[in-house]
């Protein structure tokens, strides 16, 4: 049997009331050239059930079980069972229209292109709205402007994209599945770096249920080690981008200022309840972000609110005293507007 041109790829997990009509919009597609595999992620309902169901009922369908490891772990396990020359990612609770295939696969202008297409964004209140990203094609060391231009746009999920498996498994590139916030933007930043050309095309066939499974983690706060790591990893990749692409630093001047997102987190992950850090430690912390991470600090670390400029002054000067009074006042008080959003 010749190896399907697309492998789609389903993480599964606690989608119950969804997976039916993910499934059932693949398999109505009018691109019927591909594979799918769905990788139950050890849902504690009725998921694993269903997988094997519709791979009883369909050939092009393979189902995968693996205990309870995440989102990334699922992909990965996918990556390696798929035989497509191109992948393609879909999210258990989202669904595609018709032509998701069709379109993604005649973008394509060779082998060595990411081809990404805009999403219609489906809201609990039954409304919906598409994406609206300018259709522009980047080609060679233009391609880190998918990181500069289009880093506010929602643009780093995994979904509404098409990937070349062979460039994939050269590379050996594969979701982080040490970290659980921005894994999927990772995986895009090392994809980027191996191709010639991105085209981004407003063409939307692709529903994104917004509200479900991701929505609650992306801003559920992790350990303080995951945070560090992920403020870390961003960090790096920055960094990466500078260096591979012949770019000036400030040409990621927006960029840079953008982690200041990540960093807050990580202050106010060391001052829960949950780490409940001792003074010592909490200083020894602060010593060493700002030691790590005092180029960043003293350019682009400048937060929107008076009450985080007076934790950002009082870093910049290493007066860690003043730091660390003035964030267990905040959160004595419960100050709502520390870092742009509510106390968790």
């Not at 990937?163 to 979701?175: A, K």
């Not at 980027?192 to 066939?205: D, L, P």
Request: proline share 3%; hydrophobic share 40%; glycine share 4%.
């Amino acid at each position: 049997m010749a190896s399907p041109i697309i492998s789609v790829i389903v993480p599964v997990y606690k989608t119950e009331e969804y997976l039916p009509q993910c499934i059932e919009s693949i398999l109505a597609q009018s691109f019927t050239n591909f594979e799918l595999l769905l990788v139950d992620d050890g849902s504690p309902d009725r998921c694993g059930e269903i997988c094997e169901e519709y791979a009883k009922r369909d050939s092009r369908i393979r189902a995968f079980h693996q205990r309870n490891a995440g989102v990334s772990k699922a992909r990965n396990y996918g990556l390696e069972n798929a035989a497509g020359k191109y992948i393609v990612f879909v999210d258990s609770d989202d669904y595609v229209l018709f032509d998701y295939l069709r379109d993604l696969y005649n973008s394509l202008s060779d082998d060595n292109c990411l081809v990404i297409h805009t999403v219609i964004k489906y809201f609990p209140d039954g409304n919906s709205v598409c994406s609206d990203w300018p259709e522009t094609t980047i080609e060679g060391k233009e391609t880190y402007r998918l990181l500069t231009e289009y880093g506010d746009k929602s643009i780093g999920y995994p979904y509404g994209k098409l990937f070349n498996n062979e460039l994939i498994r050269s590379h050996h590139l594969r979701f982080p599945e040490d970290i659980s916030l921005l894994e999927d933007l990772f995986f895009l930043f090392d994809y980027v770096q191996v191709v010639s050309s991105i085209k981004i095309r407003n063409m939307a066939n692709y529903v994104y249920r917004v509200g479900h499974s991701d929505a609650a983690l992306s801003v559920a706060y992790k350990s303080l080690s995951e945070e560090w790591l992920i403020f870390q990893t961003y960090y790096q990749y920055i960094e990466k981008f500078v260096l591979s692409f012949g770019v000036r630093s400030v040409d990621f001047e927006d960029t840079w200022r953008s982690l200041r997102i990540l960093f807050h987190r990580i202050l106010l992950v060391l001052y829960s309840r949950k780490e409940d850090k001792s003074y010592k430690e909490r200083i020894a912390c602060l010593k060493e972000l700002r030691r790590k991470y005092a180029c960043w600090i003293l350019a682009y670390f400048k937060p929107d609110y008076l009450a985080d400029k007076v934790t950002a002054y009082f870093l910049r000067r290493k007066l860690y005293m003043g730091v660390d009074l003035w964030m267990r006042l905040l959160l004595a008080v419960h100050f709502r507007k520390m870092f742009g959003g509510k106390r968790q």
